[in-house]
């Protein structure tokens, strides 16, 4: 699958990646946290996704983060945020997450497409 969504990426033009990353993102937020889930628990995921980052990874805003976390589960949270500093975040959060889940590569492939479409509506 991810062969596929390179290849149509590669000969429609990267300018709809930052939409992919973006649905990736919104999927991994969901699939683990909801708009019930404790302000510590989110701070704590934050912390802990630093503490992995800090191996040679990018340096993210930590309260970015936690406010960009909480814009996918309550649309009324702002954050001001960099676009490049969004694309750390979104990144690094979405691949903790699924790395964390212990996805199949059927799941992972559902969780791709899922993105893909998202990322394909206007």
């Known amino acids: 699958m991810n062969d596929e ?18 649905s990736l993102f919104f999927i991994a937020v969901d699939s683990r ?3 019930a889930t404790p302000s510590g628990e989110i701070i704590r995921f934050v912390a802990s996704l630093r503490e992995d980052l800090s191996h040679g990874g990018p340096d993210i805003d930590p309260i970015g983060a936690e406010a960009l976390i909480r814009s996918v589960l309550s649309p009324a949270i702002d954050y001001d945020l960099t676009p490049e500093m969004v694309t750390k975040i979104q990144a690094a959060t979405m691949y903790k997450i699924f790395s964390e889940g212990d996805l199949s590569d059927a799941e992972l492939d ?13």
């Open 110 to 122: 559902e969780i791709l497409a899922e993105a893909t479409e998202f990322a394909m509506q206007e």
């Open 33 to 35: 946290f909801s708009d």
């Open 5 to 22: 969504i390179e290849a149509r990426l590669d000969r429609d033009g990267w300018d709809g990646f930052p939409r992919f990353l973006a």
